[in-house]
């Protein structure tokens, strides 16, 4: 497991994932003014990307990420982290397993876990996850079929877990507080960052509701 619990609280505060609009270089734009803004870690996520182009994509991800000093995470693919050289792995109950992502990804790389609800996630933290993925909070059309976590089950699963863990699932400016003060490190964004007018000054803002609330 990753060892530096506290740098990854950290790297989990301002957690942007990416969307699958088909322009690339849009969507870097979008991700470096969220990262001009605070953001800590960009996780890339394209359900529907080819390989080739996944890992194109994903190492100017990376070289952005350390251009700003984030973590960069990859969602599912152990095999685009690896070639992209990123920070970790997120993966769903239905991807490759954590065991099985710790087996090819050694002790220093991060595997985070999806969990909705106390099951889930007792489940990854005794899988060896270094963080947990909680949600979806609220539908969104990003993942329409997403299981949904009631706020009683949160608080359940904050009071059962010890690894850190972030919220997702139709996170905004609105209701970053509530998740930050049920126990969350932070919160993983899609559209509130990706579809927003102003990346930077969204980011800016969810970044500092999360650390005055903490």
Sequence with gaps: MYQNREKLREALTMYVVTDDRPDHD????????????GATSIQLRRKHEDGRA???????????????????????RVDITLLTDADGVHVGQSDI?????????????????SACCVDEALAAQQAGADY?????MVETPTKPDADLCSLEELHKIARSV????????????????????????GVAVVSAIMHATDPREQAKLIEQLVRITR
């Design 162 to 185: 010890s690894i850190p863990w972030i919220t997702i699932g139709g996170m905004t400016k609105d209701n970053t507080s509530a998740m930050v003060r049920a126990g969350a490190c």
């Design 132 to 136: 947990l993925g909680i949600g979806s």
């Design 97 to 113: 397993r954590c065991q099985d992502a710790r087996t090819l990804l050694g002790p220093e790389r991060i595997i985070g876990v």
């Design 54 to 76: 996944l890992v194109e994509l994903g190492r100017k991800i990376r070289s952005l990420t350390r251009e700003y000093h984030a973590y960069y995470f990859v969602n599912d």
């Design 26 to 37: 849009e969507l870097l734009h979008v991700l470096r003014q969220a990262l001009v803004g």
